[in-house]
């Protein structure tokens, strides 16, 4: 019996059809604020202050390994529902959250841990979601593009402080914008030009010390969407660190539209 820890995004939905396509045995502890996963009858909806009941529903169950899938955002912890066990563990949370929304999850790990729940890698049912070194579109970067590629990596590995940012726009070899604890999604919002065509890139790279078991750098045909719009040319990717939905329609877009999708 597998735990599956649900947040939000499109993840969670293709691990659990891979899930049950393979017929494993399975739980969902859904922790999304929609109840996504509510018509799933193994699916158990759940505030993330209600530890006790997290960690019983996992017990009898026999679930010894856990996956965790999807963003958890940071709550408001002052409307938060808490049990005894969450009472006990929320302080930590709360001084995790300060660290971004991947600092909750790697906190709720640790609390699993110590009640010998072990955390699985979240590709370990759908390793074909990353993708390997190489490009995967028919455009290419050119010179002007690599040189935008090393300055965004260059800068996003040497980022100390910045410990939520897992993405970076550069054009022109000049940096348009780091991400910030908004994510990629209202980064690229804030990019959207009508100025540039193809031009710049955007560079998604695990954050630093990131536990690589969890919240890897995610892309799907809606960052294509909103990359074009902010006048980019092309997603870079590290090498088996990053999750890829959508992959089909994402490379057709990327050729239709002159971008590039390539993996360092």
Do not use: H, W
């Amino acid at each position: 019996m597998i735990g599956l820890i649900f947040g939000e995004t499109d993840f969670p939905i293709e691990i659990l059809k891979k899930i049950k396509k393979k017929k494993l045995k399975y739980l969902v502890i859904d922790l999304t604020k929609s109840k996504k996963f509510k018509k799933d009858r193994k699916s158990f909806s759940i505030s993330i202050g209600q530890f006790g009941k997290i960690i019983n529903i996992l017990k009898e169950n026999n679930c010894k390994k856990v996956l965790f899938a999807g963003k958890v955002s940071k709550p408001n912890f002052s409307k938060l529902k808490l049990d005894l066990k969450g009472i006990y563990y929320i302080p930590r949370i709360i001084k995790a959250s300060k660290l971004g929304d991947a600092a909750i999850l790697k906190e709720i790990i640790k609390i699993l841990n110590e009640q010998k729940i072990k955390t699985v890698n979240s590709l370990m049912y759908t390793p074909q979601l990353s993708l390997k070194k190489g490009n995967y579109s028919k455009t290419k970067p050119n010179n002007a593009d690599k040189r935008d590629i090393q300055k965004a990596i260059k800068i996003l590995l040497g980022l100390g402080k910045y410990n939520f940012s897992q993405g970076m726009i550069v054009r022109n070899s000049k940096i348009v914008a780091i991400e910030s604890k908004g994510g990629t999604e209202q980064m690229l919002k804030k990019c959207k030009t009508k100025k540039f065509k193809n031009k710049g890139v955007l560079v998604k790279f695990p954050k630093k010390k990131q536990d690589l078991r969890i919240d890897l750098p995610t892309v799907g045909l809606k960052t294509f969407k909103q990359c074009k719009l902010a006048g980019l040319k092309g997603i870079v990717l590290k090498n088996k660190q990053n999750i890829f939905l959508e992959k089909t329609s994402c490379v057709n877009f990327a050729n239709k539209n002159k971008m590039f999708i390539t993996v360092k």
